[in-house]
């Protein structure tokens, strides 16, 4: 299985205190939306072993600061490895209520139609820690150090942009891999940008208007190494004060895909469920 880790909600998280956090989350509304990108690959090493990838990432991103958030996210791609060609399909569920820190988390992962992994659970930020529940495939439960959660991190993110903050680090818990690690992350946000006419995701990027988007890159360490290092992973996309994002550059390394936005549906006003 190819260390494809889950690209959203992917996936973006950062450090400031908690009393942060939910004042952002009060101030900044994410917009429910559904959201499908054409997957290809952008390049390859020798060593990678792959000579073309093709797929469709479907991110569904719902909910409010009030009720809390809900994601429910599908990648599936085609890797021609030359001798033959081998399908991946990645799926996650997850439920976050920012204001008590609490997370819910269900990944699964198959190859060629073959249940590799799959793993369930629960988090929380408890102080200066956060405490997993893992209720799959095995129960057992543990504690890590304090980390942002997905829709915790957007939120900081999209407030640390406005306020035109260019580089912070931060250490994320998202429920990839085997539910059981954070990560040491470095974000970095470009200045504010215009889509123009010529954009090849102007058509589908449609529903939101004239809006500016940031350019945004982050990597993420294995916090386990020591001394210098590359990330294991980084990815970069443009990302808009609403939440949703596009143009996706996913790099795992030995191989780089890139993601383009091509159907974007809004299903309701950020926030619509508070009153």
């Avoid at 073309?52 to 599908?74: A, D, H, I, L």
């Avoid at 249940?115 to 956060?130: F, I, T």
């Avoid at 091509?262 to 009153?275: F, M, R």
Wanted: with cysteine; hydrophobic share 35%.
């Amino acid at each position: 299985m190819f260390p494809l880790r889950m690209a959203f909600a992917a996936t973006l998280t950062l450090a400031a205190g908690m009393a942060a956090g939910q004042a952002s989350a009060a101030t900044i509304g994410l917009v429910p939306h559904r959201a499908v990108y054409d997957i290809f690959l952008k390049e390859a090493s020798d060593r990678s072993g792959i000579e073309g990838v093709r797929g469709r990432m479907v991110y569904e991103f719902s909910g409010s600061p009030c009720k809390g958030f809900n994601t429910q996210f599908r990648f599936v791609t085609r890797i021609d490895v030359g001798d033959g060609v081998r399908v991946t399909d990645q799926r996650s569920t997850t439920f976050e209520d920012v204001s008590a820190g609490k997370f819910r988390f269900d990944n699964k992962s198959f190859t060629d139609d073959q249940l590799d992994k799959d793993v369930s659970g629960a988090a929380a930020e408890a102080g200066d820690k956060v405490t997993i529940e893992l209720t799959g495939p095995n129960q057992r439960a543990l504690e890590l150090a304090g980390s942002r959660f997905p829709a915790e991190h957007m939120l900081e993110v999209i407030a640390r942009a406005r306020k035109g903050e260019r580089v912070f680090e931060s250490r994320i818990f998202d429920g990839s891999e085997d539910g059981d690690q954070t990560f040491l992350t470095t974000t970095v946000v470009g200045a504010a940008k215009k889509s123009t006419d010529t954009d090849p995701e102007a058509k589908a990027a449609a529903p939101l208007g004239t809006s500016d988007y940031w350019p945004v890159s982050i990597a993420y360490f294995d916090e386990k190494s020591k001394g210098d290092q590359l990330p294991i992973y980084s990815q970069s996309f443009k990302l808009y004060e609403n939440g949703v994002t596009r143009d996706l550059t996913l790099d795992y390394g030995d191989f780089v895909l890139a993601g383009k936005l091509t159907k974007l549906e809004v299903l309701g006003p950020p926030n619509g469920d508070c009153k």
